[in-house]
T-cell receptor, first 116, second 113 residues
Framework: GAVVSQHPSWVICKSGTSVKIECRSL??????IFWYRQFPKQSLMLMAT?????????EQGVEKDKFLINHASLTLSTLTVTSAHPEDSSFYIC????????????FGEGSRLTVL | KQEVTQIPAALSVPEGENLVLNCSFT??????LQWFRQDPGKGLTSLLL?????REQTSGRLNASLDKSSGRSTLYIAASQPGDSATYLC????????????FGTGTQLKVEL
């Protein structure tokens, strides 16, 4: 199956710093990438939809200036958490949609962010 | 807006038992429904995908069914094993919804020796 890689797997940062998370599709071109956030013992909540070469579409309640998404190529999307605070500590997961869509989305391994 | 609910939230069973996990969704206009497994602190592992035109899918000891009219899907796990312990998530993809998945609340399964 298709492989989606996220980096870093985990990161700890100080409050006020910015953190960038990468999502790469290793063996296919991803026309669309979805970014999810998961708080402890909760389900995945969609944050934004990113189409290659276009501005991301954010879900209601998600601050676009805080969570910057870049999807400059068909194999890479990045999520930058700007001026991170402890309440941003969460598990961030990306999901990639292949250009030749078969109905299945492919998920990265997730990135755990802890803001001190 | 699609809402997906899973019952029960947590389940503990002895090894070898057959079990059923339930998933319900409010918008029946779904493109497909997927079941995932998530181990603690890990990403998602896709288990089964049921297209809207299908009624069930099977993979090994897993069988997932879909009833669009009633807004329900079930995941049946036969002869459960301790290695099946994980959180199981269902997710619905709505027709015309931009391929977005709406995830359920999850069922945390523990299979005991």
């Amino acid at each position: 199956g298709a492989v989606v890689s996220q980096h870093p797997s985990w990161v700890i940062c100080k409050s006020g710093t910015s953190v960038k998370i990468e999502c790469r599709s290793l063996d296919f071109q991803a026309t669309t990438i979805f970014w999810y956030r998961q708080f402890p013992k909760q389900s995945l909540m969609l944050m934004a939809t990113s189409n290659e070469g276009s501005k991301a579409t954010y879900e209601q309640g998600v601050e676009k200036d805080k969570f910057l998404i870049n999807h400059a190529s068909l194999t890479l999307s990045t999520l930058t958490v700007t001026s991170a605070h402890p309440e941003d500590s969460s598990f961030y997961i990306c999901s990639a949609l292949p250009g030749q869509y078969t109905g299945e989305l492919f998920f990265g391994e997730g990135s755990r962010l802890t803001v001190l | 807006k699609q809402e997906v609910t899973q019952i029960p939230a947590a389940l503990s069973v002895p090894e070898g038992e057959n079990l059923v996990l339930n998933c319900s969704f409010t918008d029946s206009a779904i493109y497909n429904l997927q079941w995932f497994r998530q181990d603690p602190g890990k990403g998602l592992t896709s288990l089964l995908l049921i297209q809207s035109s299908q009624r069930e899918q099977t993979s090994g000891r897993l069988n997932a069914s879909l009833d669009k009219s009633s807004g329900r899907s079930t995941l049946y796990i036969a002869a459960s094993q301790p290695g099946d312990s994980a959180t199981y998530l269902c997710a619905a993809q709505v027709t015309g919804g931009g391929n977005k998945l709406t995830f359920g609340t999850g069922t945390q399964l523990k299979v005991e020796l």
